[in-house]
C-alpha cells in the first residue's frame, strides 16, 4: 500500500530505485538544536559533506502534514527560521501532526520510522535521547531507545550527552536487543567529550565492516536498529570537566524550574550552550559534519553489498 502522507523527494527517490547510497538526517537538530541562522548554514553544509563523501543526503522534516524524505534549502530555511515554534514531533506526535496537516520537527524517532518508510538505511545525527538522571522516579526514557529497539536504520552519532544516565541508557539498549558500536573505539563516547568511562559492546574501525554487520542483522531479520558512536575529533573535543560542570548546573535549574516531559532535552541543551559559549556550539558542528562523512562512506559501502 502507497503511504499518502509520504512524500520522496525526485533526487532520494532517483537514488532509492537506483541502489545509491542515501543518508537520513533529523530536523530537530535544525529547529530545537541550534540558533537561527548557524542551524541552516549547519544543514546545508552537512548534506554538502555528504555529497562529497559520495550519497545524497535525505533531510527529514513533516512539513504541512507530509512526511518529507529529501528537503529543499527553501525548506530547511524555512524550519530553520520558525526554530522552536516548529513542534518536536515523536512518535506519539504523528497522528494528529498529519490530519491537521502541521509542521514538525522530526527527533531520531521520526526521523528513524520516515527513513524506514522511505527505504533509507542509514541516518547521520549529533546525539540521541536515552534514559535521564532519575528515570528511577520520573520514567523519562526517550523513545529514540524504544525506536531503536524495533525499527531497522542504522544510526550514526556521537553518543549520547552526559545529561542522561548514559550507563542506564547501555542497560536498556542491551535489554532491546540493540547493538551500540564504537567507530574506531572502545569506550562509549559523550558528544562534546570522547570520554563516557563507559565501554561499548563493539569496536569497528571501518564503514565496510559497518555495513556488513548491519547487513547481517537485517539479512537474519531481526528488527530494530544499529547504534554507532562516533567520537567528536580530538581537536574540537571539550575538556570533560568543562561539560560536566555546565551539565550539572543545567541540572539543577531545570529541577530548580520546574520543568519535565518533552521540554527536558530542549531545556538541558540550551542551558548547557549558554553556560559554555560558542565553544560547544562549534564542537557540535563539527561532531555533526564527522558524522555525516562517515554515514556517507557507510551508506556507500552498503550499496556495494547489496548491488
Ligand atoms: N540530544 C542531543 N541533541 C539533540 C537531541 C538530543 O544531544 O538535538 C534531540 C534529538 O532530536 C533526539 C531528541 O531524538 O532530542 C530526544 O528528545 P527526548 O529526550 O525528548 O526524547
Ligand atoms: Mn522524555
Known sequence: MINPYLSISPEVQDALR????????????????MPYPQNVETALRVEQTIRENGAVPATIAIIGGKLKAGCTPDEIEYLGKKGQAV??????DLPVLLARKE?????????MMIAAMAGIKVFATGGIGGVHRGAQQTFDI????????????????????????LGLTLEYLETKGVPVIGFGTEELPAFYTRHSGFGVDYRIDTPDELAAAFKAKLDCGLKGGMLVTNPIPEQYSMPKEVIDKAIEQALREMDAAGIHGKQCTPFLLAKVKDLTGGDSLDANIQLVLNN????????????????
Do not use: F, W
Not at 103 to 111: I, P
Open 18 to 33: 537506483n541502489g545509491k547510497p542515501v543518508v537520513a538526517l533529523e530536523s530537530t537538530i535544525i529547529s530545537h538544536g
Open 142 to 165: 526517550s523513545a529514540d531507545l524504544e525506536e531503536l529497539a524495533q525499527t531497522p536504520v542504522m544510526v550514526i552519532c556521537a553518543g549520547a550527552k552526559s545529561i542522561l544516565d
Open 103 to 111: 509542521d514538525g520537527a522530526t527527533t531520531v524517532t521520526t526521523t
Open 87 to 92: 513542534i518536536k514531533a515523536s512518535r506519539r
Open 292 to 307: 555525516a562523512r562517515l554515514a556517507a562512506r557507510t551508506a556507500a559501502a552498503y550499496s556495494r553489498l547489496t548491488v
